[in-house]
């Protein structure tokens, strides 16, 4: 066959997936909407009623999304359930557009950009609202990113102050943000103030560092200690009162009354690592060999996302070494937080993968990374360079299209496409219900 037309072929095929994948994210989104206007998000729906937690019934923690909201309420009339929706649609646009311009600003060719995006398909069920609160911690993240970039380049104090209060707001909204925010900004800096001794003393950087970010952590040990209790459900469940029927089923048996009374232990025992990697589907099929798949499949993905090559736009190189030094170190804190305290994969996935691209775009060309990931980062790459095929444009392409069922094994909400969602409910004798 001829040469240029198996390129042209190859084109197509890498196209059309891009493409479906695009589509399936605006199927996705049309189906929310159908809900939405039919009236399906009422106040018991957990998308609609985690925005609501407020300060009213006392501190607690995600409760400043719902207290901002609950002051709005308080001076402007409005329909909260619309509220709610506009706020996580408005969330989601903006960071579209965020990372199409990060694509562009930084010649990576668009085709790519569903594959970031998309994980909120592949990820999530397909009748859950957009990302839910996520898509604003994303959004938050590359505000810390950005203004710790600005602390660097400038030298100047202010930037980093500014830095520690967007990094507590976020904590705020969702105590999640911590494993994709604190721990790289931290380490980078801790290696910066290392660097700044001459390698010296590592001690004295860490506490250096420690120095510039211990807020952030002493917040987070008050949300462990303020993490919800039913006085404190009832509290502000009431206080919404005034602007709608506020139940006692609500109060009592809605998804944020009972996430907000469950403790950071009774996370653990949902998300203990024996049980997401140690367990079976059915006939003895483990689930540790498609978890294993599925953070390799994603870091490869990520990290050689400059393989494909689509469009006349010439897409510029990447510093496949440094991009892989940013994804392993949110790895590190990532696995921590999926294996010990998250029950939901499908939402930690996005956080890794985006904010890396996020944390890349501003530190590329930076050197104050561990030495020891680094030297990591260039055997994988290596290894990576001498495969013919994870070098090569149809390795990308498969390893791709396969990355759903990586999900078989995983603890989700959801998974997108239907296959290997199918497939899964087969093997555990579960009904297929979407």
Same mark, same amino acid.
């Given at each position: 066959m001829n040469r240029s037309l198996i390129l042209q072929l190859k084109r197509s095929v890498f196209i059309l997936t891009f493409v479906l994948m695009l589509l399936a994210m605006c199927w996705q989104t049309t189906m929310h909407l159908i809900d939405y206007f039919q009236g399906k998000y009422g106040y018991e729906y957990g998308c609609v009623n985690e925005l609501l937690v407020n300060y009213e019934g006392g501190f607690v923690r995600r409760g400043l999304f719902g207290e901002l909201l609950?002051?709005?309420?308080? /001076?402007?009339p409005f329909s909260v359930v619309d509220a709610v929706v506009v706020l996580y649609y408005l969330g989601f646009a903006l960071l579209a557009v965020l990372l199409v311009r990060l694509f562009r600003r930084n010649g990576w060719s668009l085709y790519l950009l569903p594959f970031p995006i998309c994980l909120y398909v592949y990820l999530c069920d397909p009748y859950f609202l957009v990302g839910r609160r996520d898509c604003w911690l994303l959004l938050m993240a590359y505000l810390c990113y950005y203004l710790y970039y600005k602390y660097i380049a400038s030298g100047r104090n202010v930037y980093r102050g500014l830095c520690v209060i967007a990094q507590l707001l976020a904590l705020l909204l969702h105590e999640a943000s911590l494993f994709f925010i604190f721990p790289i900004i931290y380490f980078h800096d801790m290696n910066r103030q290392y660097k700044l001794t001459g390698g010296l003393n590592i001690s004295k950087a860490f506490f250096r560092a420690l120095a510039h970010w211990w807020p952030v952590l002493a917040l987070l040990a008050i949300l462990m200690l303020y993490h919800g209790d039913n006085i404190i459900t009832r509290g502000f469940w009431l206080s919404w009162a005034p602007y709608f029927d506020v139940t006692e089923e609500l109060?009592?048996?809605? #998804?944020?009354?009972?996430?907000l009374v469950c403790s950071f232990g009774d996370n653990m025992t949902m998300a203990i690592w024996p049980a997401t990697w140690m367990g079976y589907l059915v006939?003895?099929?483990? /689930? $540790?060999p498609f978890n294993l798949y599925l953070f390799s499949c994603t870091y490869y993905l990520v990290t050689r996302f400059s393989t494909i090559h689509l469009g006349g736009? %010439?897409?510029?190189? /990447?510093?496949?070494? %440094?991009?892989?030094?940013?994804?392993?170190?949110?790895?590190?804190?990532?696995?921590?937080?999926?294996?010990? /305290?998250?029950?939901?994969?499908?939402?930690?996935?996005? #956080? $890794?993968v985006i904010s890396s691209f996020m944390f890349f775009h501003f530190f590329r060309f930076s050197d104050c990374f561990p030495t020891f990931l680094i030297k990591l980062s260039e055997k994988l790459q290596s290894w990576i360079d001498e495969s013919s095929f994870l070098s090569?444009? $149809?390795? #990308?392409?498969?390893?791709?299209?396969?990355?759903?069922?990586?999900?078989?094994?995983?603890?989700?909400?959801?998974?997108?496409?239907?296959?290997?969602?199918t497939l899964k409910h087969i093997l555990m004798g579960q009904p297929v219900a979407l």
């Open positions: 609950f002051l709005a309420r308080s /001076v402007i109060i009592t048996d809605s #998804y944020i009354s009972r996430t006939w003895k099929i483990p /689930v $540790w736009q %010439q897409q510029k190189d /990447v510093d496949k070494v %440094q991009l892989s030094s940013i994804v392993l170190l949110l790895f590190c804190s990532m696995f921590v937080f999926m294996s010990f /305290v998250s029950c939901d994969w499908g939402r930690d996935f996005p #956080y $890794w090569s444009q $149809w390795g #990308y392409y498969i390893l791709l299209i396969t990355l759903p069922f990586g999900f078989m094994g995983a603890s989700l909400s959801g998974m997108f496409p239907f296959i290997p969602l």
